[in-house]
């Protein structure tokens, strides 16, 4: 990267080169504040965001709840996980209440509640003599070396082999395929995502994790749901697997849960749970007060008012996603997702589109050449989505020019 690629722009720009190492290509626009789905940068330039922190900014920006919560987590911040504190207490409950009964361990992020999930579909492994875990082409599961493992992307892996031994791809949506990779390989583990966000938005095909998770628990393997960017309210329900009725031995949940406060969560049944023992794994931070408080509001919102609001602006989005298809047919070329999470896929190259709405006030990434990925803030109104509406119709109109 260049040097004058590295330089932080509007008012920042007086920083001059700054000293982050480069690891990610940032847009031109440094962002100050926020309120609702609305963010300015410090130029007090005003966008819509259709991003939310890549699904983060669950509540939007300075939430009254979120502000609320932040004020009562002051009294005590963290405690390390050698005490008990009652917002960790309250937030497992809540979630084993979600769940009909799973036990939590809380983390810090996406990457981190898969790991988690990793070592304990491992840990079960030792005990029946099995240690290949598998994963779905076209996933994403974090950059931490166990979930970048499972994560097969060769830009992501080549740059790190060796990686941990022992992981193995298998064809996404084919359950041919998967049954011959439970025979060949007698694996402890499957990870996947019911929607493959990174991936581009695409939804597993109907009825087959149904029939992975039945195939592989009559292999023996656990199978572990990565909700990270499905999960809590996104898909429209708890999780983005509900649209099939199925049980995960484990579900890996972050990003939205903690609405801005780092926080991720794996979730086990209780029974595959126990293989962990005291000691085998931990976070200083993970779960702490600050954390738990944040993210039980969060739960407090979707089971209160949230997933009803996500199931009424669903529509909403995809009728305007309808629209644009509609519009534009030689620009985009369809639309898919599910509650608040979407993906329009694009004939033009969606970074183009990605500038270009930037450029006019909106926010929104592309995981993928031909894909422009929407995930909002769950708030998000009839305002903001005209909003969206408006911007993306004037940048398809610059496209065709
Ligand atoms: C499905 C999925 N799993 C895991 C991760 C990694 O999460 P994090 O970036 O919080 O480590 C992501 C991040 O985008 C994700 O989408």
């Not at 939430?63 to 919560?69: D, G, N």
């Amino acid at each position: 990267m260049r040097d004058d690629e590295r330089t932080v722009t509007g008012k920042g720009q007086a920083m001059g080169k700054n000293h982050l190492i480069p690891v990610y290509g940032r847009y031109p626009v440094t962002l100050s504040h926020g309120q609702g789905a609305e963010v300015w940068d410090d130029n007090g330039k005003h966008y819509w965001d259709f991003l939310a922190g890549i699904g983060v900014n669950s509540l939007g920006y300075r939430h009254k709840r979120v502000l609320a919560a932040l004020e009562k987590a002051q009294s005590l911040l963290h405690t390390s996980n050698l005490f008990w504190h009652h917002p960790g207490i309250d937030l497992s409950n809540k979630m084993a209440e979600i769940t009909g009964g799973y036990l939590s361990l809380w983390v810090n992020s996406g990457t981190e509640a898969n790991e988690a999930g990793i070592k304990l579909m491992r840990r079960y492994g030792k005990s029946v003599g099995r240690s290949a875990i598998l994963s779905l082409s076209n996933g994403f599961h974090g950059r931490t070396m166990g979930s970048l493992s499972a994560t097969f992307v060769s830009a992501y892996q080549d740059p790190f082999t060796p990686l941990v031994p022992d992981f193995h791809e298998v064809e996404a949506g084919s359950i041919t395929a998967l049954e011959e990779a439970l025979n060949r390989f007698h694996p402890c583990g499957l990870l996947l995502e019911p929607i493959q966000g990174e991936g581009g938005v695409v939804p597993l095909p109907p009825g087959y994790l149904s029939q992975a998770v039945k195939v592989a628990h009559d292999a023996g393997c656990l199978v572990l749901i990565d909700e990270v960017q499905t999960g809590i309210g996104r898909s429209g329900e708890w999780f983005g697997f509900q649209t099939e009725k199925i049980e995960p031995d484990i579900i890996t949940v972050a990003k939205g849960l903690g609405a801005g406060i780092p926080i991720g969560g794996m979730l086990a049944k209780e029974e595959v749970a126990q293989y962990f023992r005291p000691g085998e794994h931990g976070s200083t931070f993970g779960g702490n007060p600050l954390a738990s408080t944040v993210a039980l509001e969060v739960l407090d919102w979707l089971a209160t008012e949230g997933l009803d609001h996500i199931r009424k602006m669903a529509p909403v989005m995809e009728n305007t996603l309808r629209l644009l298809h509609q519009e534009f047919p030689d620009l985009v070329s369809g639309y898919r997702g599910q509650g608040l999470m979407w993906g329009l896929v694009v004939r033009t190259p969606a970074t183009w589109i990605v500038k270009e709405a930037l450029d006019q006030g909106l926010i929104v990434n592309a995981p993928k050449p031909d894909v422009i990925r929407l995930l909002p803030p769950l708030i998000i109104d009839e305002e903001a989505v005209d909003a969206f509406y408006t911007i993306m119709t004037k940048v398809l109109q610059r496209a065709e020019k």
